[in-house]
């Protein structure tokens, strides 16, 4: 029903930038809330970041506060993660998440999941 396709991971120097995206299809990309999840090795997947469905409200996790940016742009099905002043213990594979109805901060209330982008941030 709805495919999500995450790009833009990559190798970046401590202090450096990333902007990840991911496409999505399937339904009308207005009809869908977006989030940003990651997981690093050995640790559970945890909230970065999500935007409601006319990109009017956001939430951010503490830890990335003031530094990542999630946007969208519904005329390209695409939400965004600008990543800036990257950090070492920012390296985890990002997945982007959908859902119709939840504006949540918990894995579970996404139906929707990418297969996920590396980044990995060098001291």
């Known amino acids: 029903q709805v495919q999500l396709v995450e790009s833009g991971g990559g190798l970046v120097q401590a202090g450096g930038s990333l902007r990840l995206s991911c496409a999505a299809s399937g339904r009308p990309f207005s009809s869908y809330i977006m989030a940003w999840f990651r997981q690093a090795p050995g640790k559970e997947r945890e909230f970065v970041a999500a935007i409601n469905k006319r990109g009017s409200t956001t939430d951010y996790a503490d830890s990335v506060k003031g530094r990542f940016t999630i946007s969208r742009d519904n005329a390209k099905n695409t939400v965004y993660l600008q990543m800036n002043s990257l950090k070492p213990e920012d390296t985890a594979v990002y997945y982007c998440?959908?859902?119709?109805?939840?504006?949540?901060?918990?894995?579970?209330?996404?139906?929707?999941w990418g297969q996920g982008t590396q980044v990995t941030v060098s001291s």
């Open positions: 998440a959908a859902d119709f109805t939840r504006f949540s901060v918990l894995p579970g209330s996404y139906n929707y």
